[in-house]
């Protein structure tokens, strides 16, 4: 069972994949946000599948949205994997870095990626991300924090590194904040179809191979993330987690950044694979608009 958002931008509508088939969802709820997880949506559609109360439709040819519509935070947790941490020159931390993304980063599975303007150095990064279902708020302990998540999905975290680390004044959020630098999707699979400690992550650039690792080698892992963040904010329904990236960005040397008309994909069991092709943000502002995610 998995949860998509189809449709052009701005006019996504909520539908489930089951199997082979897929169903609307718009009897149940009238789009994939916070006040359907909040409400018990996931429930609800399980039951409404089981009891084939769904119409179901052909999706063939249509847009993909990122699974989550309107996300009022987007957590991100740096050098999350010990082996990124040393290609970045870190040490492992001892506890969670945390920074922002601003929510209208987040675009489709496999919309374009625009190149920032006098980029140099824009990267890839498969992660995780975690969905929020319920409020989460000064969590007592890490065993609570699986109710409160909805489900997983798929993030590429792109980062424009000298604007991240040259031009940062010692924060990040100038290489993280740039239009369309989170690609989401393209599902959402409920929390309890997936061992979240256990998916083998990986990631291409114009079909070669760059990152491939698994959520084990996770330092801090999903549940201890929820349970620490509630520990400083509150987290509220729709909001998302992206857990770190493993090693194989071009951060590290190996690899040249992206440019114009690179494709990179991103993957993650269970889950699926998401496209994006590069573009230069400045020819394709002035071409058509930019896709932003609904």
């Not at 509508?13 to 169903?23: L, N």
């Not at 920074?99 to 990267?123: C, E, H, M, Q, W």
């Not at 999707?185 to 998916?199: E, H, S, T």
Request: proline residues 7%.
């Amino acid at each position: 069972m998995k949860l998509q958002r189809i449709g052009e931008v701005g006019a996504e509508r909520p539908i489930v994949v089951d199997g082979e088939h897929a169903y609307d969802l718009r009897a149940l709820t009238g789009d994939i946000d916070g006040d359907f997880l909040a409400a018990g949506g996931i429930a609800a559609v399980a039951e409404a599948l089981a009891a084939d109360r769904l119409p179901r439709i052909d999706i063939a040819g249509q847009r993909i949205g990122a699974p989550i519509a309107r996300p009022q935070a987007l957590w991100c947790v740096g050098m999350n994997y010990a082996a990124h941490a040393a290609e970045s020159g870190s040490a492992p931390p001892q506890t969670p870095v945390v920074f922002f993304k601003t929510p209208n980063t987040v675009v489709g599975p496999y919309d374009d990626v625009l190149i920032p303007r006098d980029s140099a150095k824009t990267d890839w990064e498969v992660e995780l991300a975690v969905v929020i279902g319920r409020r989460a708020r000064y969590l007592d302990s890490v065993e609570d924090a699986p109710n409160h998540i909805a489900g997983y999905t798929i993030s590429n975290d792109v980062s424009e590194r000298a604007f991240q680390l040259e031009q940062s004044g010692g924060q990040w959020s100038k290489g993280k904040c740039c239009e369309t630098f989170n690609p989401l999707g393209p599902a959402l699979v409920p929390r309890d179809r997936l061992d979240a400690g256990n998916l083998r992550l990986r990631s291409f650039v114009n079909g070669e191979p760059r990152q491939d690792s698994s959520t084990a080698d996770l330092i801090f892992g999903v549940d201890y993330l929820v349970w620490h963040l509630s520990q400083y904010a509150v987290l509220e329904p729709g909001d998302i987690i992206n857990t770190g990236t493993p090693a194989g960005v071009a951060l590290s040397g190996r690899y040249p950044y992206l440019r114009d008309g690179d494709v990179v994909e991103v993957e993650i069991e269970g889950i699926g694979r998401a496209r994006q092709r590069c573009r230069d943000a400045v020819w394709a502002s002035a071409a058509a608009p930019a896709p932003v995610q609904a």
